[in-house]
């Protein structure tokens, strides 16, 4: 398959939609631009796709299903460990143009790509172990055989907070499973989405197996992946409203969905802690992405009897971070993703204050110098936090770190679980019966024990309650994409 766009990351026009195996522009010859938060400085315009352009695409993916389906697993784990490769080879060049639309730290952008990378592996290995089983029956003369084949046509919606490894998150599982998939990526964030198809081009994908719709206004792409008959299954990520919303839509027709929604992580650092350690974690979680995590932790609970010590070491730590531009030597906070979201963190923290919190450091926007054209804000600590606060409810996606006391375990466990989430969640201690206790009572659908990073290809993502429904990554990140037949036989 030959390319036909322009370089993505430039100023050119780029004819973005990728449907059918062929590059085109929007039928309405709509675009849009895409900025670098930074910045503010134009890094692309792309094609904003529309409904027609999503009903081509749907259109594209069902035709190519009944032969993408019936390839080996085999043939299907080939294309993924191409598209591994290429990603790999083309990795410093996917990092800049994710710090350019996106703006988190070149390091971390670099990181992404590499975790994005690893479900392509992982997916190229799991595309063959989509066993089905045998069951025994009560009668003799019975047999039952439990069958694996693919869901069909997947709509994805995937978020600008980490625009490359959620979508392969979602397409190498889809593609392993023998599913074919209309990508809508964000509007924040579509070059990096584009240089991915780039990769499934050049790879020499069948044509329709994977379609992509960059699109600047994405109802109507929700709209279509909701209600066209061809659609089987809808996978997203991003925020609870627009999940619930999606998944109402979906309901009609009683299509397949995997949700990966918004979180309220509690961090736990009880008085077994070390609490310089327990500091060093949840500063460093709590500025991954400049908080733009749905694993974020956004609710610190420390016991009192550790309180100093604790937030005098996060205090330290996220005082000495460094804010700027992604491309910036030595920069490990990147700018927020709009004007609005330093708005968020502008009214979290003036309601916190208001209501008796207190400012250890930061709580405010940053616009000295370089940083005057972009959406910064200041590293945050704020303590006293209570209940009766908008950050304790409402998920921040910014790096304020909102700490409560507590003074035994059960009122933390009550204060952890007590949250319409359900994503990730943190505990510190060194008591060995703690953490398995703690770990078995959260309501969380990830714990890490002394560990801020429990994610993985090979480790299930995913929430319970509001956060989402499915898990992406793992075994169960394929079992997501097939669905399951049962077979009985009289012989
Ligand atoms: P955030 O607030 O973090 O941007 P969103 O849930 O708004 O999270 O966005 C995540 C993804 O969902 C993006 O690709 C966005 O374009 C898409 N999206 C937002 N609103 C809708 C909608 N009404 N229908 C379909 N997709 C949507």
Redesign the pocket.
Known sequence: MTQTAAPAGTETRIESLYIDGKWREAESGGSFEVRDPATGALVGVVSGGGRADVRAAIAAAAEALPAWGARTAYERSAYLYEIHRRMTDRSEELAQLMTAENGKPIRAARIEVQYAADFLIWFAEEAKRAYGRTIPSSRADQRFLVMHGPVGVVGA?????YPVSMITRKIAPALAAGCTVVL????QTPLTAIEVFRILDEVGLPPGVANLVTAAD??P??QEFTTNRAVAKLT?T??TS?GK??ARQATDQMKRVSLELGGHAPFLVFEDADPVHAAKGAAMVKVLNTGQACISPNRIYVHRSIEKAFVGALTERITRMKVGSGMSDGVNVGPLIDEDSVRRMERQVADAVAKGATVETGGARLSQDDLRAGNFFAPTVLTGITPDMDIYREETFGPIAAVTVFDSEAEAIAMANDTEYGLASYVYTHDLSRAMRVAEALKFGMVGINDINPTSAAAPFGGVKESGLGREGAREGLLEYLDTKLVGIAI
């Open positions: 919606i995937t978020p600008w907070n809508k990526p964000a509007e994405p109802r792409v929700g997203f991003g925020s627009v919303l999606l």
